[in-house]
Nanobody, 112 residues
Framework: QRQILESGGGSVQAGGSLRLSCSISREISRFKFIYWYRQAPGKQRELVAHISHDGGTNYSDSVKGRFTISRDDAKSTVYLQTNSLKPDDTGVYYC??????WGQGTQVTVSS
């Protein structure tokens, strides 16, 4: 049963932008935190950003100032706007909600 569906990934050149979407099959207002993770080839999954139920946000140092996480409770969707992309941002991006199954992720590839 798919509970999380990520989309919006793609291939871009360095400096480009992508808007990732995470559609959740539950009312997201009930969740205290929702997270975006990413996993680069051969590396462990790392936390990129999270957003709280009241809209508070937090980012890893590697993406601070370039990525923006937001939420639309009416659409049960969380977004990750990624700007000024770098080759090091390449990886599979996952949305995570505690208590729900992980989604399949969406691939982001940034070329130099």
């Amino acid at each position: 049963q798919r509970q999380i569906l990520e989309s919006g990934g793609g291939s871009v050149q360095a400096g480009g932008s992508l808007r990732l979407s995470c559609s959740i099959s539950r009312e997201i207002s009930r969740f205290k935190f929702i997270y975006w993770y990413r996993q680069a080839p051969g590396k462990q999954r790392e936390l990129v950003a999270h957003i709280s139920h009241d809209g508070g946000t937090n980012y890893s140092d590697s993406v601070k100032g370039r990525f923006t996480i937001s939420r639309d409770d009416a659409k049960s969707t969380v977004y990750l706007q990624t700007n000024s992309l770098k080759p090091d941002d390449t990886g599979v991006y996952y949305c995570y909600v505690p208590g729900l199954n992980w989604g399949q992720g969406t691939q982001v590839t940034v070329s130099s």
